[in-house]
């Protein structure tokens, strides 16, 4: 079975700095989705980036970007310029693609970060 | 383009009685899944429902059931509530493959007392 793991329940950062959120996951799948999700105090899970592991380029959205690991089953957000609306819960999950009628989202924990003005 | 519409916001109901969530997908998608998301902790899946049909479940009770529409809405029923069923659930759209990631509503709250 596929787990996630977010190791920092918490994090700080100060507004304008790099900040860095840390998964891991386990699976004997070759081809997967992985994605980091944003919480926000309004609730609504909002997706802020997505990873295809058969793709060996790391991801960015603007100020996120992904340092995806495969082979380490690595899968960090790096939030640059970091700005007072990024307080949330950040999740990451994971999703395998030959799954058939399993597409499920598996998730982690959660890292709750605060920004600081 | 209107995103995921779930209704509604937030609901209390006693132990033993009986609720129905509902959920409007994003334009375009064609599947709906339900999460729960207890206080503190990451969502955690009950069903996916495509072509009217629950195509797969989660480590949920029979307690909790759906249905999704011909217009790809969906309902989430829970019956005889407990208060552990007190939480956050969400519900997410996508397109069937769910590739390019789900697209969540903003949840209904319960409350079981």
């Known amino acids: 079975a596929q787990t996630v793991t977010q190791s920092q329940p918490e994090m700080s950062v100060q507004e304008a700095e790099t900040v860095t959120l840390s998964c891991t996951y386990d699976t004997s799948e070759n081809n997967y989705y992985l994605f980091w999700y944003k919480q926000p105090p309004s609730r609504q899970m909002i997706l802020v980036i997505r990873q295809e592991a058969y793709k060996q380029q790391n991801a960015t959205e603007n100020r996120f970007s992904v340092n995806f690991q495969k082979a380490a089953k690595s899968f960090s957000l790096k939030i640059s310029d970091s700005q007072l609306g990024d307080t949330a819960m950040y999740f990451c999950a994971f999703m395998r693609v030959h799954a058939g009628n399993n597409r499920k989202l598996i998730w982690g924990l959660g890292t709750s970060l605060a920004v600081n003005p | 383009d209107a995103g995921v519409t779930q209704s509604p916001t937030h609901l209390i109901k006693t132990r033993g009685q009986q609720v129905t969530l509902r959920c409007s997908p994003k334009?375009?998608?064609?599947?709906v899944s339900w999460y729960q998301q207890a206080l503190g902790q990451g969502p955690q899946f009950i069903f996916q429902?495509?072509?009217?049909?629950?195509?797969q479940r989660g480590n949920f009770p029979d307690r909790f059931s759906g249905h999704q529409f011909p217009n790809y809405s969906s309902e989430l029923n829970v019956n005889a509530l407990l208060l552990g069923d007190s939480a956050l659930y969400l519900c997410?759209?996508?397109?069937?493959?769910?590739?390019?990631?789900?697209?969540f509503g903003s949840g209904t709250r319960l409350t079981v007392v």
């Open positions: 334009s375009g998608h064609d599947t």
């Open positions: 997410a759209s996508s397109l069937r493959l769910g590739q390019y990631g789900y697209t």
């Open positions: 429902y495509y072509e009217e049909e629950e195509r």
